[in-house]
């Protein structure tokens, strides 16, 4: 009874943050921006409708995981509202479409270890989605990881995440102690960066081996391997900066972008001065100039919540991803089998990995890669994937119980 009540109060803060962002918004505007205070009942409904069916036909999981992607949801579509009112309402369809997708995966998704032994099915899934985009792709902002069929775009490596994760899974989770058995993990794991660098989409690279050496200890508990891999990492880094220019341009924006500030480094340079204007405490949701920040609604949304809440309020989100991470990672602790274990730790890695990756990009503390702050920056296709891969910890915390 305790946990009912620490999450009915937490979801009344997200009803009250909702309520309060938008109302802000509704406010400023003149004439009145009475579509804002629908979003926010629209918003609010989804959310308390999806947990109670979630509370009420599966009540023993961890409610807290729903919870705090429900926490980053609301701000990213708040602020994707006050950026580009288009975007937010394709957005909120999204969200909704996602958040039945974490529904049905907790509702209809059989017993996971079941599909433990698809171990083939789940590498060809990987292979054709992370190749994808290397043979049909479009190159959009520099990168060539967009496939568009009939007007509709979408990332394949994104998908490929939850191939990947489960391919890791199948094939780890019977380890016992022989290098032989990592042989294959390896040569996919190495595919797979392949056609990142090859697509020029770094972030996903990165993601990929955080996900990769995580998944890696956590089935061998050997240190060595994971030392190893660091260094095939730095080699591979190595010969990719000396064989790709768009490498060499990313690590030389990255060591000094102020030369480059109006050409190769505007982006960058432009996101350090929105944090910086904002201060600790922002110019207030609606006041701020985050319109300077190119791509502001994806890759860069983090500097425009920075500018407008504050640098504090940009810490508070680090933090609710820390706690997203660290309720997925006790469904893994508690998993009844080895791949189901896995599985809430591949994903888990995965939503880690991807929010170091873009905040360090976006603050330069780490070459740009160019990549979404999941849950929070506008994006369909990586909501999606992301609810998808928390629905599959939520039913391992449903069945860890």
Same mark, same amino acid.
Request: with cysteine; glycine share 8%.
């Given at each position: 009874?305790?946990?009912?009540?620490?999450?009915?109060?937490? *979801?009344?803060?997200?009803?009250?943050?909702?309520?309060?962002?938008?109302?802000?918004?509704?406010?400023?505007?003149?004439?009145?921006?009475?579509?804002?205070?629908?979003?926010?009942?629209?918003?609010?409904?989804?959310?308390?409708?999806?947990?109670?069916?979630?509370?009420?036909?599966?009540?023993?999981?961890?409610?807290?995981?729903?919870?705090?992607? !429900?926490?980053? !949801?609301?701000?990213? @579509?708040?602020?994707?509202?006050? *950026?580009?009112?288009?975007?937010?309402?394709?957005?909120?369809?999204?969200?909704?479409?996602?958040?039945?997708?974490?529904?049905? /995966?907790?509702?209809?998704?059989?017993?996971?270890?079941?599909?433990?032994?698809?171990?083939?099915?789940?590498?060809? =899934?990987?292979?054709?989605?992370?190749?994808?985009?290397?043979?049909?792709? /479009?190159?959009?902002?520099?990168?060539?990881?967009?496939?568009?069929?009939? =007007?509709?775009? %979408?990332?394949?490596?994104? %998908?490929?995440?939850?191939?990947?994760?489960?391919?890791?899974?199948?094939?780890?989770?019977?380890?016992?102690?022989?290098?032989?058995?990592?042989?294959?993990?390896?040569?996919?794991?190495?595919?797979?960066?392949?056609?990142?660098?090859?697509?020029?989409? *770094?972030?996903?690279?990165? @993601?990929?081996?955080?996900?990769?050496?995580?998944?890696?200890?956590?089935?061998?508990?050997?240190?060595?391997?994971?030392?190893?891999?660091?260094?095939?990492?730095?080699?591979?880094?190595?010969?990719?900066?000396?064989?790709?220019?768009?490498?060499?341009?990313?690590?030389?924006?990255?060591?000094?972008?102020?030369?480059?500030?109006?050409?190769?480094?505007?982006?960058?340079?432009?996101?350090?001065?929105?944090?910086?204007?904002?201060?600790?405490?922002?110019?207030?949701?609606?006041? =701020?100039?985050?319109?300077?920040?190119?791509?502001?609604?994806?890759?860069?949304?983090?500097?425009?919540?920075?500018?407008? *809440?504050?640098?504090?309020?940009?810490?508070?989100?680090?933090?609710?991803?820390?706690?997203?991470?660290?309720?997925?990672?006790?469904?893994?602790?508690?998993?009844?089998?080895?791949?189901?274990?896995?599985?809430?730790?591949?994903?888990?890695?995965?939503?880690?990995?991807?929010?170091?990756?873009?905040?360090?990009?976006?603050?330069?503390?780490?070459?740009?890669?160019?990549?979404?702050?999941?849950?929070?920056?506008?994006?369909?296709?990586?909501?999606?994937?992301?609810?998808?891969?928390?629905?599959?910890?939520?039913?391992?915390?449903?069945?860890?119980?």
């Amino acid at each position: 009874m305790g946990a009912d009540r620490d999450e009915k109060k937490l *979801l009344k803060y997200i009803y009250l943050l909702c309520i309060v962002c938008f109302l802000n918004l509704t406010i400023i505007k003149q004439p009145v921006d009475s579509g804002a205070m629908v979003m926010a009942a629209v918003t609010c409904v989804m959310i308390g409708f999806s947990y109670f069916v979630i509370r009420r036909y599966f009540p023993e999981g961890d409610k807290h995981i729903f919870i705090f992607a !429900s926490v980053l !949801s609301v701000i990213g @579509i708040v602020m994707i509202y006050r *950026l580009n009112m288009a975007s937010s309402i394709k957005q909120i369809i999204w969200f909704a479409i996602s958040v039945t997708g974490f529904i049905l /995966t907790v509702v209809i998704l059989p017993d996971l270890k079941r599909f433990c032994n698809l171990r083939y099915l789940f590498l060809a =899934g990987t292979v054709i989605f992370m190749g994808m985009a290397t043979l049909i792709g /479009t190159e959009i902002n520099g990168s060539k990881n967009w496939v568009v069929i009939a =007007g509709f775009s %979408f990332q394949p490596s994104e %998908f490929g995440k939850l191939f990947f994760v489960a391919y890791l899974a199948s094939a780890l989770k019977d380890y016992r102690n022989s290098f032989r058995e990592l042989i294959e993990p390896a040569v996919v794991v190495m595919v797979c960066l392949g056609f990142m660098v090859l697509q020029k989409d *770094l972030g996903s690279a990165l @993601i990929f081996f955080g996900i990769s050496i995580t998944m890696l200890y956590i089935a061998t508990s050997k240190t060595k391997y994971v030392l190893t891999c660091f260094g095939l990492f730095a080699a591979g880094a190595m010969i990719s900066y000396q064989l790709f220019d768009h490498v060499r341009l990313r690590v030389m924006i990255w060591q000094n972008p102020w030369p480059y500030a109006n050409n190769q480094s505007y982006q960058v340079v432009q996101s350090m001065f929105s944090i910086a204007s904002g201060g600790l405490t922002g110019t207030g949701l609606g006041l =701020g100039h985050p319109e300077y920040v190119p791509i502001n609604t994806s890759d860069f949304i983090f500097a425009a919540i920075c500018e407008e *809440l504050g640098i504090l309020t940009g810490f508070a989100i680090i933090i609710i991803y820390f706690l997203l991470f660290y309720r997925c990672m006790r469904a893994a602790v508690n998993a009844g089998d080895n791949f189901s274990r896995l599985l809430a730790v591949g994903f888990s890695a995965m939503v880690a990995s991807q929010v170091i990756v873009i905040a360090g990009g976006v603050i330069n503390m780490i070459p740009l890669t160019g990549i979404t702050m999941p849950l929070v920056s506008y994006g369909g296709t990586s909501m999606l994937i992301t609810f998808l891969a928390l629905g599959v910890i939520q039913k391992i915390s449903e069945e860890g119980r």
